[in-house]
């Protein structure tokens, strides 16, 4: 599908004089649309609910925009807990899906009365010794199946390589355990293939799921409230995939439902989804202003930001379109690699990219860069975070967070003796 930006050049040229490049911007409409989409694909189950994955795009506004369709948000640490407790989300709209957790972290989910999904067996003995015998209502666990998560399509990942959940043995063990510290309500999580760009994914694990948790039903007589299917649900980054149809995606997941958990009387069970991808991954959109260009064996664009901005293209090779603003529908004849300016040779937005010609000044639209990018920004050679905007449905532009200032990033320093000189 061709790839097509939600802002103009004239656009980013307004924008740009008011809060400089590079900038992340959100566009709030497409948000929107998408959400009332989730919400409706999963209506023909009373209890559903997506658990925004906060990690994805940890902005308050952004999880504000989520709330307005009765969303809750899945957090995996104490900086996610406080940005749903800032939105005023309650427990019931919290999930607390981490691994490798902290003490500090399982006390505070419990006092906000977050749903806590564990990860491992071992947890359970953490929190005998946190929560002094008192265990929540409800609590869930997360499955590893091991060996190789396939779908029909070629699609394949790897979850017996993958450090989250439990085995299959542990998974009956700990729920016989939560049982018996008087837990009355039981979720099962999975998490099992990344980024998936079909249709079948959610369906396919949900027929597992929905498998296991009735045969566990069976053997100890728990009640699952809900079956969590995580996140994973992708995009396409390249213009010639096809997006996921998120009404198929829950139409297969209600079959397996009809199918599986209906019959074994578990028919009250609530689907939960935990998407960040998909739910503000084309949403989002890094631009960046050209502002050297350099002929030696290969022909380089230097923008002004960097992979500290925005991490997937030098860490996983990951592709993102780029649309050069005000040049949309021009001829693609030049070839470019498209850098930060970062001391790392893999700081490159696009390596051998056929684009229009780049101009100094020009503004380069990165594409599909909502989700899992400002987000996994960092300070390497001292590189500033940019700020993020909101494109509001009255086309409007709201800063939601302000860039980081040189300040910002001395203030961690014991400054007595070079604070003058930092500016602080
Ligand atoms: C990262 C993560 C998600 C969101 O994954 P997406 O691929 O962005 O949908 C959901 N749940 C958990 C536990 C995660 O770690």
Redesign the pocket.
Known sequence: MRKVPFITREQAEQIDSKFPTPFYIYDERGIRENAERVRKAFSWNPGFREYF?V??TPNPYIMKIMQDYDFGF?C?SSAELVLSDAVHADGEHIMF?SNDTPDEEYLQARSLGAIINLDDITHIGTLDRLFAGKFPETMSCRYNPGGVFRMSNGIMDNPGDSKYGMTKAQLFEAYEMLKARGVRHFGLHA?LA??TVTNEYYPQLAGQLFELAAEIHGALGIHFAFINL?????IPYTPDGTPNDIMKIGEGVHEQYDRILVPAGMGDAAVYT?????MLGPYGALVTKAIHEKHIYKEYIGVDACAANLMRPAMYGAYHHITVLGREDAVCDHLYDVTGSLCENNDKFAIDRMLPEIKMGDYLYIHDTG??GFAMGYNYNGRLWSCELLLKEDGTVQQIRRAETLQDYFSTFDTTEFASALGL
């Open positions: 994955a990690k994805a899945d995996s899906s998490f990344s980024n995580s996140g994973g649900v992708g935990e998407m960040g991808r998909f989700a899992h």
